[in-house]
């Protein structure tokens, strides 16, 4: 019995160091200010964030960047993968572990200042002709839900950009958080386009795998809200989104 039991303790014990040694991989698409890729390495808000949750921790990880359907998929099926930044949806709610929130955003619906536009409801965004929006976008499947016949889905937010700039489009959809960057590749500037109303508001999270370990997904979250107390995520937040403001810590 001794020698089963000291078997058993070690084989406990290797299990134990092995999930504390466990790298993970944490994922996310090119998407400003949260994370793109300048000189061959990897900025952004987010990205920021989780460096230092890394440092924090201890732990073993690696950012990498990929688009949106194929880190998602692997997000679903591996262990120890975290994906940021990711709208925390019902839908979305039991297929991850959540950390968080970074970011809270508004999406509105804008037009152009110079056609002069007004939309109050969605009938309006229904009769403005075609809708532009990416496809993998969760407002895209709101949309859809919500039956508005005039949705025309996209393979990227460029594309949506540029065909509103040649006026193939009287409406886009983004969010304030994202706005500028959104429009600069197709040369346009936050003061070319006038607000409409707030079509849904949306908070970001870092989504570990469900085989990830609990206790590591604890972790982070108590060492983000260790962030928000000594100041370090306001910084960086004010760094790289001076004009929006702070999620609301959960409670």
Same mark, same amino acid.
């Given at each position: ?62 950012? *990498? ?9 692997? #997000?679903?099926?591996? %262990? ?5 930044? @990711? !709208? ?86 983004? *969010? ?9 590749? #197709?040369?346009?500037? %936050? ?5 409409? @109303? !707030? ?53």
């Amino acid at each position: 019995m001794d020698l089963l039991r000291r078997y058993v303790v070690l084989v406990v014990a290797m299990l134990i160091c092995a999930q504390a040694h466990a790298e993970l991989r944490i994922l996310t698409e090119p998407g400003p200010p949260t994370a793109f890729m300048k000189d061959g390495e990897l900025h952004g808000f987010g990205v920021d964030v989780v460096r230092q949750l890394i440092t924090r921790t201890g732990g073993h990880a690696q950012i *990498e960047m990929m688009p949106w359907t194929r880190a998602y998929t692997i #997000a679903q099926r591996e %262990p120890d993968v975290g994906l940021f930044a @990711m !709208v925390r949806t019902p839908d979305r709610e039991k297929r991850f572990q959540w950390v968080g929130p970074l970011l809270h955003g508004k999406v509105r619906f804008y037009s152009l200042k110079s056609n002069g536009l007004q939309v109050n409801t969605l009938e309006d965004v229904a009769a403005s002709g075609p809708l532009a929006v990416p496809k993998q976008w969760y407002s895209y499947e709101v949309l859809k839900d919500q039956g508005l016949n005039n949705v025309y889905g996209v393979p990227t937010p460029k594309t949506m950009v540029t065909m509103f700039r040649h006026g193939r489009v009287n409406l886009i959809m983004l *969010e304030d958080i994202l706005l500028g960057d959104m429009l600069a590749p #197709a040369g346009l500037k %936050p003061a070319d386009v006038q607000p409409q @109303m !707030v079509f849904m508001e949306s908070s970001y999270y870092i989504a570990f795998s469900l085989d990830t370990d609990p206790a590591i997904v604890a972790t982070w979250q108590n060492e983000l809200a260790e962030m928000r107390r000594d100041g370090s995520f306001s910084a960086i937040f004010r760094q790289w989104l001076p004009d929006i403001e702070l999620p609301e810590a959960p409670r």
